[in-house]
């Protein structure tokens, strides 16, 4: 028999920086869920990608308080900012220009992509990347 599946919770963490305290450890505990586990447990998958990268969990608490969880892809906007270098976003999109960024680097985000993202086209994917960029005012070379 199957465990009966609880509760769903959707985090954005650290790789390699998951602890107990905030926003970890409150969110986990409210559901009863081992934070110290869960935080062991996602440091050791998230080990072998560079330490501070953002990546969304989804955990799966299930009626007896275990859990299991999947990881998904970085942010595209934080891929974004990582292959044009930049801080952060535009303030004023469509106005101001903070970078430029190549249609192979938006390819190469769309493959990233392509795990978590089901039955899609890299060209949907790529063309869904394209708005996130024109969205923080970077602007596409061909």
Known sequence: MSKKIQFYIKLQVLSGMANPSPPVGPILGQKGVNIINFCKLFNER???LDKGIPVPVIITVYSDRSFSFIT???PVSYLIKKEVSLKSGSNKPGHNIVGYITQQSILNIAKIKSSDVLNSSL???SSSIIGTARSMGVLIKN
Do not use: A, G
Request: cysteine-free; proline content about 11%; charged content about 20%.
């Open 46 to 48: 998230t080990s072998s």
């Open 72 to 74: 998904k892809t970085p």
């Open 123 to 125: 060209e949907s994917i």
